[in-house]
């Protein structure tokens, strides 16, 4: 009787897990339905992605200055964010003398502490086949000094360089793996219908440095100007621009400018960037006239002639004496020239300087000085952010140089990522707050549907 008791029991636990394995994957699958319908609304709207990582507690979270015993006491190394879940963070904090907090705030995606570098980029991933699709995108990493701005976005460094090794694969950050991603999509399209240009800027006590470009004495990094064009863009004269082939080509560039970065130590972080660092990929697509079709006999010349002309087509953008040669060229060719057409889509790739409290940085002197421009320039960015927010008819874009260089992926036609950087711990919980207000604020921000850039459709010849 007892051994049917059992059978019976272990049927009904085996029914129950059963039911149990099919709920979860009812649940999964609407859960990614809502996300979908989520996302196109947003598409819908403009509205700013935001997605928050919080990394896990580190060696330097403990208090500067403080026994075990007075850390312990104060709770400083204290976790107090927490990935509720994939979309939820919690923030929960009892101190003495201080009124408790429990409050939750909700992003379109939220990344615990164990989540890894290929995690995070599956998110991202997305938005770069936007990129050839027409679109500008844009990729920012927002938060205090020391939260992992420049790991999430750049990866391991070390001396100032990018560990790109392949056993440092797994730990490659947005910019190197959005550039392999970028370039892999490229590969995938007819040859020489594409080319890519980088461009690597910082803007440093609010003024911008191109650091690519070299002075007359021989010095890289060169101080440019921004300003606003008759379309009501942004744009630096001047500004270097690097044809790149591949991604190793791009990223010796970006670490080339990395090694002008300014950096200096402070109490929360040995290595703390004290600049805004914009690296920014030009994709220009050739596009051909409607009758260029005509032209191709059968597909190897249809090729040839794709990669000749753009080859030609890009010679005569970088050099004006090309108009020689191209005058030289089969009737054939010249004319496929003249019927070409650019698309200019840009990928701008932002780790921005992180917020900080001068009282726990500890900076004085030039460095002080320094945090003084980076906080403002954040606040500038909060400032446009709650005016297009609001509708208001002015949005103060040049009161900083960050958010005038900005201006066409904060308050333009760029599809916005924010990737807000949270350290769990008690020591920088306003900070944290800080963060976590800003990110909300910016996901409530509504621009108007995003739109593509508009280029004429190739008719096959029949």
């Known amino acids: 009787l007892s051994n049917w008791f059992l059978l019976v029991f272990q049927i009904k636990a085996f029914d129950l897990e059963q039911s149990l394995q099919e709920v979860t994957e009812r649940y999964e699958k609407e859960k990614q339905k809502r996300k979908a319908l989520h996302n196109s609304l947003v598409e819908l709207r403009g509205n700013i992605r935001v997605h928050c990582r919080i990394r896990p507690l580190l060696p330097f979270d403990d208090a500067a200055g403080l026994s075990v015993s007075e850390d312990r006491q104060r709770n400083f190394s204290e976790k107090v964010a927490y990935a509720a879940d ?81 056993e440092e694969e797994s730990e490659l950050g947005i910019i190197p793996r959005a550039t392999q991603e970028v370039f892999r999509l490229i590969s995938e399209k007819p040859p020489g219908s594409y080319w890519v240009e980088v461009s690597v800027v910082e803007v440093y006590n609010n003024e911008i440095f191109d650091l690519l470009a070299k002075d007359s004495y021989g010095v890289f990094g060169v101080k440019r100007d921004v300003v606003t064009t008759r379309e009501g863009k942004s744009d630096v004269p001047s500004l270097t621009h690097e044809t790149v082939e591949n991604a190793s080509e791009f990223l010796h560039l970006v670490n080339k400018g990395l090694q002008l970065r300014v950096r200096h130590p402070t109490l929360v972080h040995a290595h703390s960037s004290r600049s805004h660092l914009v690296v920014t990929l030009t994709i220009t697509t050739v596009v051909f006239g409607d009758n260029f079709g005509t032209l191709w006999e059968d597909e190897q010349t249809s090729q040839r002639l794709n990669k000749e002309t753009s080859c030609t087509f890009q010679q005569k953008m970088r050099d004006s004496k090309s108009t020689s040669s191209s005058r030289a060229s089969s009737p054939v060719q010249l004319e496929a020239t003249e019927k070409m057409k650019q698309v200019k889509t840009r990928l701008q790739l932002v780790d921005l300087a992180g917020s900080e409290c001068v009282g726990m940085s500890g900076v004085t002197g030039a460095a002080l000085r320094e945090t003084s421009f980076i906080n403002r320039s954040l606040s500038a960015l909060a400032d446009v952010l709650g005016a297009i927010a609001e509708q208001r008819a002015h949005v103060p874009y040049r009161n900083s140089k960050l958010t005038h260089l900005l201006q066409d992926s904060v308050g333009g036609d760029a599809k916005l990522l924010v990737m807000l950087c949270i350290s769990p711990g008690q020591k920088y919980l306003t900070e944290s707050m800080q963060s976590l207000g800003f990110g909300s604020r910016a996901r409530q921000v509504q621009r108007g549907q995003v739109k593509k850039k508009n280029y004429p459709v190739l008719s096959k010849a029949k």
């Open 86 to 166: 994939d979309e939820t963070i919690l923030v929960k904090c009892t101190r003495p003398g201080h009124a408790s907090i429990n409050k939750t705030f909700q992003f379109e995606r939220v990344y615990n502490d164990l989540e890894s570098q290929d995690a995070v980029f599956a998110d991202v991933a997305p938005l770069l086949t936007s990129l050839l699709d027409g679109y500008n995108v844009c990729i920012m990493a927002y938060g205090q000094t020391g939260s992992g701005k420049t790991y999430t976005m750049l990866g391991p460094q070390l001396e100032g360089n990018l560990a790109f090794s392949m």
